[in-house]
């Protein structure tokens, strides 16, 4: 499943639907914003998208990730709004046979993801407290 | 011919504008490329590490363009 949402991500909701009977492994990656980066603190992340493209790509790569041996669901999900820190921008989720391969395709999409889906991110910063 | 182009996040900043529609009588992304850099010289260094997507695939510089085709300016992208 993939999916590109402003709402906040129900994670606990995200991981009940990875489980399966057949899976002996579920991996998780969550992205969230950091508190601060060179230019100073960071109050919030907005992140934009070329929609229509990235659902593509995202398909894409949720193709290719479920097409590696033992994987045997896979989620992933982004959101497309100002984040504000704590929340959870960006889910990947892999159950699989075994942990190893599932610890391989969740690095995998995340890498891919950051290579390739048109997403955006704008920081914005605490200029209160960067002085 | 008439080829539409989209901006986004950098792009759509610099050029102020979500898209425009331009005519074309290049051949493909290159000439788009030069077309584009005329067009909006404060684009000129965001092209340079810039992809281009036709009809919502990734492109090469050598891709052919064609009457109705939707080209995005993809800048470096920073999801995750």
């Known amino acids: 499943m993939i999916s590109l949402v ?10 009940q639907s990875l489980k399966n009977d057949n ?5 998780i990656f969550l992205g969230e914003p950091r508190k601060s980066v060179e230019d100073g603190p960071v109050v919030s992340i907005n992140y934009s ?21 033992g994987i045997i669901n896979v989620i ?14 960006f889910f990947v989720g892999v159950s699989s046979m075994h942990r190893e391969e599932g610890f391989q395709a969740c690095s995998f999409i995340v890498d891919e993801v950051k290579k390739k ?15 | 011919m ?13 050029v102020g504008l979500d898209g425009t529609e331009l005519e074309f009588d290049g051949v ?34 050598q891709t052919v363009l064609k009457e109705g085709d939707i080209v995005a300016l993809i800048p470096p992208v920073e999801g995750g």
């Open chain 2, 28 to 61: 493909n992304i290159s000439d788009l490329r030069e077309l584009l850099r005329d067009k909006f010289p404060s684009l000129s260094e965001i092209l340079e590490n810039s992809a281009f997507a036709v009809n919502k695939e990734y492109a090469r510089l």
């Open chain 2, 2 to 14: 008439k080829i539409k182009v989209l901006f986004f996040a950098e792009t759509k900043r610099v």
């Open chain 1, 6 to 15: 402003k709402e906040p991500l129900n994670i606990d909701l995200l991981i």
């Open chain 1, 117 to 131: 889906v048109p997403i955006w991110k704008e920081i914005k910063y605490d200029r209160d407290r960067s002085c």
């Open chain 1, 23 to 27: 899976a002996g492994s579920i991996v």
């Open chain 1, 76 to 89: 992933i999900a982004h959101r497309v709004s100002e984040i504000p820190l704590k929340e959870i921008s």
């Open chain 1, 49 to 69: 998208a070329y929609k229509e493209m990235a659902l593509k790509e995202l398909a894409k790569i949720e193709e290719k990730a479920l097409k590696k041996d």
